[in-house]
């Protein structure tokens, strides 16, 4: 299972092995999508128009919009939270590393995950998760083992049960080398 916060379009471009993956989980929890089929499916409602229109009315630029989530980059969260309060919308915030995303209040990585393990009929104790940004928090907590990249913000750090010394796809080479190696010695949840 993949866990991203990327939308597919992107994601396609910067990973065209998609295949290696039984599933997807992209905009950061907000899309499942099954290589096998091609299929994909939303978890939860399009973004307003409005919403969209408004940020860039407001001078929000770089704004990338998926089928549920809505992008930006730093400094414009003060905007998006007016904008969110002025329209009077239920939508939340996720930072990654100076992105700015927004989704709707139920979707997280955490919560397309395990729209995911109740497919596959696995319970979030057997699921090993690596990551290193702020929207990255509620996917860790939700796996039996967590585990930050050597560039993980130190918020994570301090939560993941290991450390890689490595960064990257590097990092998550060195965590199934480990696994691979030492499974009876990691951690347990």
């Given at each position: 299972?993949?866990?991203?916060?990327?939308?597919?379009?992107?994601?396609?471009?910067?990973?065209?092995?998609?295949?290696?993956?039984?599933?997807?989980?992209?905009?950061?929890?907000?899309?499942?999508?099954?290589?096998?089929?091609?299929?994909?499916?939303?978890?939860?409602?399009?973004?307003?128009?409005?919403?969209?229109?408004?940020?860039?009315?407001?001078?929000?630029?770089?704004?990338?919009?998926?089928?549920?989530?809505?992008?930006?980059?730093?400094?414009?969260?003060?905007?998006?939270?007016?904008?969110?309060?002025?329209?009077?919308?239920?939508?939340?915030?996720?930072?990654?590393k100076g992105a700015v995303m927004i989704l709707p209040a139920s979707v997280n990585k955490a919560t397309g995950l395990a729209a995911v393990l109740?497919?596959?009929?696995?319970?979030?104790?057997?699921?090993?998760?690596?990551?290193?940004?702020?929207?990255?928090?509620?996917?860790?907590?939700?796996?039996?083992?967590?585990?930050?990249?050597?560039?993980?913000?130190?918020?994570?750090?301090?939560?993941?049960?290991?450390?890689?010394?490595?960064?990257?796809?590097?990092?998550?080479?060195?965590?199934?080398?480990?696994?691979?190696?030492?499974?009876?010695?990691?951690?347990?949840?």
């Open positions: 299972i993949m866990v991203t916060g990327r939308e597919m379009s992107e994601l396609k471009l910067v990973c065209p092995r998609l295949d290696l993956f039984e599933w997807i989980v992209a905009e950061n929890g907000a899309q499942l999508y099954h290589p096998a089929d091609g299929k994909s499916m939303l978890l939860g409602e399009p973004p307003p128009a409005a919403f969209v229109e408004e940020l860039s009315r407001r001078g929000v630029d770089r704004i990338s919009v998926g089928g549920c989530i809505v992008a930006t980059w730093e400094p414009h969260q003060g905007t998006v939270l007016a904008t969110i309060h002025d329209l009077g919308l239920e939508l939340h915030v996720i930072f990654n109740e497919r596959l009929n696995f319970m979030p104790h057997e699921v090993v998760g690596v990551g290193d940004a702020e929207n990255d928090h509620a996917f860790l907590s939700a796996c039996g083992l967590s585990a930050a990249v050597a560039n993980a913000i130190p918020a994570l750090k301090e939560r993941a049960k290991i450390v890689l010394t490595h960064d990257h796809g590097a990092g998550v080479a060195e965590l199934i080398d480990r696994l691979l190696a030492e499974e009876a010695t990691i951690p347990p949840a």
